[in-house]
Each structure stands twice: as C-alpha cells, then as structure tokens.
Nanobody, 129 residues
C-alpha cells in the first residue's frame, strides 16, 4: 500500500499554473507536519513547503509568493498550488508526512524540518520556456 499518492503534475508553459494533490490515509496523514519536496536528476532533494498543525506555512525562498501549500483535514489531502511557474521549477515533486503517532513542534515544522517518515512516489512537473 502506497502511503501517499500524488497527482496533478504535468507539462505547462512558463507563467502557467498547476495544483498538486496528495492523498493520504488515516495512518499517514500527519496533523503535525506535512510538506512537499522536489528533486531534479543529479541534484539533492529540495524542501519546497511545509504546513504545521495550526496551518502555519513555510516556503523555500525560490517559491515564495508563487506557491501555496494547504491541507484538508477531513479529506486527508495535502495540496500545492503553483502559480507563475518557471522552467527552474521543473522537477519531480514529492509529498511527505510523519507517522500519525509522531509529534513535531510547529516552530520546527516551519523551520526547515525534513525528517519525514513517508514519501510519495512523486509527480512530474515540467515547465517549458
């Protein structure tokens, strides 16, 4: 059973928009901290955005003002709204989460936390110039 399932990736032109979704289960949806990472082949994974228990969010400098992370606790779904996409946003995007039994402080979640338990299989985003 795949713990997290991403969808919504695709190919767009620069300036376009995409909305990624991440469906979790009861045991893989964390009330404390969830996020999105991305990776380009040959490069390290990069944290894109996190969202904490109170809805507080944090973003990589490269996406601030363009991307918005949100969640629906009832649907156990995480989202990433991506606007004004640039070619450098091209990457595989991964949803991440904690075990439901692990707690992470809000300040930690929104200050570069990266020790997640679950990773999705990824969804490809390609932005052409």
């Amino acid at each position: 059973q795949v713990p997290l399932v991403e969808s919504g990736g695709g190919s767009v032109q620069a300036g376009g928009s995409l909305r990624l979704s991440c469906a979790a289960s009861v045991s893989t949806y964390s009330a404390y901290c969830m996020g999105w990472f991305r990776q380009v082949p040959g490069k390290e994974r990069e944290g894109v955005a996190n969202i904490a228990s109170d809805g507080g969010t944090s973003y990589a400098d490269s996406v601030k003002g363009r991307f918005t992370i949100s969640k629906d606790n009832a649907k156990k779904t995480l989202y990433l709204e991506m606007n004004n996409l640039k070619p450098e946003d091209t990457a595989m995007y991964y949803c991440v989460s904690l075990k439901d039994t692990r707690a992470v402080a809000k300040w930690s979640c929104n200050n570069g936390y990266s020790n997640f338990d679950y990773w999705g299989q990824g969804t490809q985003v390609t932005v052409s110039s």
